[in-house]
């Protein structure tokens, strides 16, 4: 089993930034990739982007140029550096990760984009 607990989710203004932290623990030698998804309002959760063990990234065209993932091996964390935020971004933000035995979802956290 892997749990990921998520963090650093907020309010924010447009044209803001935040970056949320996904950390994983257990069976985390599993690991294969670890993504962030969103559901907006009223919408079906999306992929956001991805990160490969080998370092490897893709993103959704809507965050291309505005968000970036990372992973920090040692500390067993995956990030999202979110950029130029706007009111579409504002969704429930979760980490995915993708293990040799299915998928292990976070709990999300909230991020609103508001003036």
């Known amino acids: 089993q892997v749990q990921l607990v998520e963090s650093g989710g907020g309010l924010v203004q447009p044209g803001g930034s935040l970056r949320l932290s996904c950390a994983a623990s257990?069976?985390?030698?599993?690991?294969?990739?670890m993504g962030w998804y969103r559901r907006a309002p009223g919408k079906q959760r999306d992929l956001v982007a991805t990160i490969t063990s080998g370092g490897s990234t893709t993103y959704v065209d809507s965050v291309k140029g505005r968000f970036t993932i990372s992973r920090d091996g040692a500390k067993n964390t995956v990030y999202l550096q979110m950029s130029s935020l706007g009111p579409e971004d504002t969704a429930v933000y979760y980490c995915?990760?993708?293990?040799?035995?299915?998928?292990?979802w976070g709990q999300g956290t909230q991020v609103t984009v508001s003036s």
């Open positions: 257990g069976s985390i030698f599993s690991i294969n990739t």
């Open positions: 995915r990760a993708a293990t040799t035995y299915g998928y292990h």
